[in-house]
């Protein structure tokens, strides 16, 4: 009985296991072992171009980085390529390298001297990559660093005044003690009023968008992206359907190719919305018009936004602070004339007309009270 039972019990196990693992034969038989530690390792030393004769200029990270970087790069990095192409076949990929269509690739990619076993190497890598992702760099912490040494320094001091006593020139340490507080304050005065601002934030956006292509280059008034500018609190995020009004002829960039406007191209006919991001916020608490400014106020887009036509990629140039704002209030002349929005304020008409004040800023319009922008 105990022989029966164990026979059983062997047969049910052999049953099981071969129920769980010959799915997962066959498909290796399908798709293969995967791919090896050296082909990974090949293909890795043929994007950077480590291996001799095989690029004549540029090798391939020299244009598509694999570490975070703060520079604006025109071509799409490893990670995105292996992201496109991660579920697309070999074939596809070959081509893509070595038969390009698009101008700019094809420029350089003729001084490549790959052949089909070395692309298929640097995807092996590429499809990699894109599980481990952009390397990134490490924060600086300086600021901190200082903050803390600045601490061990008056720690020493009023160790030394009260007990060790080593340092009999006691001024000396006054000296001392008042710079170290000093700046200790003022790193804790910049970190407070940092909170909450983000002067200089240019984060890349899902597509590489240059306004120096578009409104320098290509003369595209602000109004036809950002429809809502003149009527509406918000300026408006450009819809995909903006830009298909001239990507569905234009299909190629200058300088990016293909490869930015073909995102546009698959957004629009997969009716996905483009997730770009917002760099100017400002605090919840704080209300702000564009209608205001733009149409009743006149005030041009670069006064708070600065040279956009110059940015490949946008960055807030600006802090908008509370005191950048009354300070433009108190500086700034509206267009207080031939305007029917500012016809009802008689008091003003009159004191210009007596000669009393010169010009209207927006502070003598009530610019600076509180309830304008907090309620």
Not at 118 to 139: C, H, N, S, Y
Not at 235 to 259: D, F, K
Request: contains cysteine; proline residues 3%.
């Amino acid at each position: 009985m105990i022989r029966y039972s164990n026979l059983s019990f062997s047969l049910l196990f052999l049953i099981l296991t071969l129920f769980f693992t010959l799915p997962a034969l066959a498909e290796e038989d399908e798709h293969g072992s995967g791919p090896s530690s050296e082909d990974v390792m090949l293909g890795e030393r043929l994007f950077y171009g480590l291996i001799d004769g095989k690029f004549e200029s540029r090798a391939c990270a020299d244009c598509h980085n694999t570490v975070e970087i703060d520079t604006f790069n025109w071509n799409p990095n490893a990670w995105e390529i292996g992201h496109k192409y991660k579920e697309k076949s070999m074939e596809e990929f070959q081509n893509a390298v070595l038969n390009p269509g698009s101008k700019t690739m094809s420029v350089m990619h003729e001084t490549f001297n790959l052949d089909e076993s070395d692309v298929k190497m640097i995807k092996l890598f590429l499809d990699d990559f894109e599980e481990q992702g952009l390397a990134t760099r490490k924060p600086i912490i300086n600021k901190i660093f200082l903050f803390l040494l600045l601490g061990v320094v008056l720690t020493w001091i009023l160790l030394d005044i009260f007990f060790l006593k080593r340092v009999k020139r006691r001024y000396i340490l006054g000296i001392v003690f008042l710079v170290a507080l000093g700046w200790q304050i003022k790193l804790l005065y910049e970190a407070g009023t940092a909170l909450g601002r983000q002067e200089s934030y240019e984060p890349d956006q899902p597509i590489k968008f240059s306004h120096v292509v578009h409104v320098a280059d290509n003369q595209i008034d602000c109004q036809y992206c950002h429809t809502t500018v003149d009527h509406s609190k918000s300026a408006g995020i450009p819809e995909v359907n903006i830009c298909w009004n001239c990507h569905s002829l234009v299909r190629e960039g200058t300088y990016s190719g293909r490869h930015q406007i073909n995102k546009v191209i698959e957004a629009y006919e997969s009716g996905t919305p483009i997730e770009w991001i917002r760099i100017h916020n400002l605090q919840d608490h704080v209300f702000f018009s564009h209608a205001q400014h733009v149409t009743v106020a006149g005030i041009e887009c670069a006064t708070c936004h600065g040279p956009i036509e110059t940015m490949n990629r946008v960055r807030q140039v600006s802090d908008l602070s509370m005191g950048w704002c009354i300070n433009c209030h108190r500086d700034t002349e509206v267009q207080f004339f031939d305007n029917a929005f500012y016809a009802r304020y008689e008091e003003l008409h009159q004191r210009v007309k007596s000669g009393e004040i010169e010009r209207v800023t927006a502070e003598l319009i009530g610019g600076t009270e509180c309830s304008k922008c907090h309620y």
